[in-house]
């Protein structure tokens, strides 16, 4: 019982008191307030502080070599992707084209052309030697004309052309 007579006298009170009629408007006059101090050793003797904590961190750390002297002990691509030179690109099978056969009774021949050049090589062709049709130390292996195939040995690897009629 005491304790519904205490919650009905304490929401009686905020009910008056909320309907009471309010003075909106507050005023204060700051002009008699002490401005506040700034205190600037505390700032210095924080900048001091995180200077003293970076130097201990720094001393600690790697000190990693530049960009360019790193780089500088791998060759990775070329600088201008549209020079020729710097990087080793076989450009053999791009260069090379296979026109067509010839056979005669004796030999047989293919029809090629290699870096603007055209013309016919055989089974003993060999780059750089009897030909310039193809690249130095090519040498064909063998020529099949009846499944319009030409093997070429370049580089200790077999390319295979194969003509192709439209």
Same mark, same amino acid.
């Given at each position: 019982?005491i304790?519904k007579?205490?919650i009905?006298?304490?929401f009686?009170s905020?009910?008056?008191?909320?309907?009471?009629?309010?003075?909106?408007?507050?005023?204060?006059?700051?002009?008699d307030?002490p401005?506040?101090?700034i205190?600037?050793?505390?700032?210095d003797?924080?900048k001091?502080?995180?200077?003293?904590?970076?130097e201990?961190?720094i001393k600690d750390?790697?000190?990693f070599?530049?960009?360019?002297?790193?780089l500088s002990k791998?060759?990775?691509?070329?600088?201008?992707p549209f020079s020729?030179? =710097?990087?080793?690109?076989?450009?053999?099978?791009?260069?090379?084209?296979?026109?067509?056969?010839?056979?005669?009774k004796?030999?047989?021949?293919?029809?090629?052309?290699?870096q603007?050049?055209k013309?016919?090589?055989? =089974?003993?062709?060999?780059?750089?030697?009897?030909?310039?049709?193809?690249p130095?130390g090519?040498?064909?292996v063998?020529?099949?004309?009846k499944k319009?195939?030409?093997k070429i040995?370049f580089d200790? =690897?077999?390319?295979i052309?194969?003509?192709?009629?439209?």
């Amino acid at each position: 019982m005491i304790k519904k007579k205490f919650i009905l006298i304490l929401f009686t009170s905020i009910f008056l008191i909320s309907c009471s009629k309010n003075n909106k408007i507050i005023d204060f006059d700051i002009s008699d307030l002490p401005k506040p101090k700034i205190n600037k050793t505390v700032e210095d003797d924080n900048k001091e502080f995180i200077k003293s904590e970076n130097e201990e961190f720094i001393k600690d750390l790697d000190n990693f070599p530049s960009k360019d002297n790193l780089l500088s002990k791998f060759k990775i691509g070329k600088k201008d992707p549209f020079s020729k030179g =710097e990087t080793i690109v076989n450009q053999f099978s791009s260069d090379f084209k296979l026109t067509g056969f010839l056979n005669t009774k004796k030999d047989n021949y293919v029809l090629v052309s290699y870096q603007g050049k055209k013309g016919s090589i055989s =089974e003993d062709s060999i780059g750089g030697s009897n030909t310039n049709l193809l690249p130095k130390g090519a040498k064909v292996v063998k020529i099949d004309s009846k499944k319009s195939l030409l093997k070429i040995n370049f580089d200790n =690897e077999v390319y295979i052309f194969q003509f192709k009629s439209f």
